[in-house]
């Protein structure tokens, strides 16, 4: 079935760049997302990708996508301490349910 | 600005009890939905609702019920509790509707943490 793959950790210092990867097995994904949540809240989406895209830039994320390997990445520019949380992959595929397959989330933590 | 308002946000429960998580969204969104969120386990659908009046299993039904009252509230029922249940319970919604195309954006609720003794 659909999957959704994210490493649980990462660890950056501030200052630096982050990128968080994930990979998907459906060849039909339609749209992927990235969504955040900070500690003791929901999730908030970020941004998301369609498909047809490879590159989606907003302020100091930038979202790329590499179909032929299912492999999608957010980096995070200048990265700051109020960016600690964890940021979920989704994807939603063409066809049967409309709604979005969530990665288990990577938990980004940010040093002074 | 209320997007999902979830209630209670924090419910500790017995064994066996029960008890029902209320959610509503005041965005006129068609679909609405109910996650639990456990450690290392990401987000798992539980049950969802296209729009008023049906609803449909997810991936971790098991011991869940839910209501779609009308089109604002979409509740989630615990019959009889277990420790296995405790979780951290999310409501969400989305303006897309079934069979839609479009992106289907997620609004989440704050989230509900239960925990059954």
């Known amino acids: 079935g659909e999957d959704v793959e994210q490493s649980l950790f990462l660890s950056v210092r501030e200052g630096d760049s982050s990128v968080i990867n994930c990979t998907y097995t459906?060849?039909?994904?339609?749209?992927l997302y990235w969504y955040k949540q900070e500690p003791g809240a929901g999730l908030q989406l970020l941004t998301y990708?369609?498909?047809?895209?490879d590159m989606k830039q907003d302020q100091r994320l930038t979202v790329l996508l590499n179909k032929k390997d299912k492999h999608l990445s957010l980096r995070i520019a200048d990265t700051q301490t109020g960016d600690s949380a964890i940021y979920f992959c989704?994807?939603?595929?063409?066809?049967?349910?409309?709604?979005?397959?969530f990665g288990r989330g990577t938990s980004l933590i940010v040093h002074p | 600005n209320a997007g999902v308002t979830q209630t209670p946000k924090f419910q500790v429960l017995k064994t066996g009890q029960s008890m029902t998580l209320q959610c509503a969204q005041d965005?006129?969104?068609?679909?609405m939905y109910w996650y639990r969120q456990d450690p290392g386990m990401g987000l798992r659908l539980i049950y969802y609702?296209?729009?008023?009046?049906?609803?449909d299993k997810g991936e971790v039904p098991n011991g869940y019920n839910v209501s779609r009252l009308n089109k604002r509230e979409f509740s989630l029922r615990l019959e009889s509790a277990a420790p296995s249940q405790t979780s951290v319970y999310f409501c969400?919604?989305?303006?897309?509707?079934?069979?839609?195309?479009?992106?289907?954006?997620?609004?989440f609720g704050a989230g509900s943490r239960l925990t059954v003794l």
């Open positions: 969400a919604s989305s303006g897309t509707v079934l069979g839609g195309t479009g992106a289907n954006v997620l609004t």
């Open positions: 459906d060849s039909s994904s339609t749209y």
């Open positions: 990708i369609f498909s047809n895209m």
């Open positions: 989704a994807d939603r595929t063409s066809g049967g349910s409309y709604i979005p397959t």
């Open positions: 965005m006129n969104h068609n679909s």
């Open positions: 609702s296209a729009s008023e009046g049906t609803t």
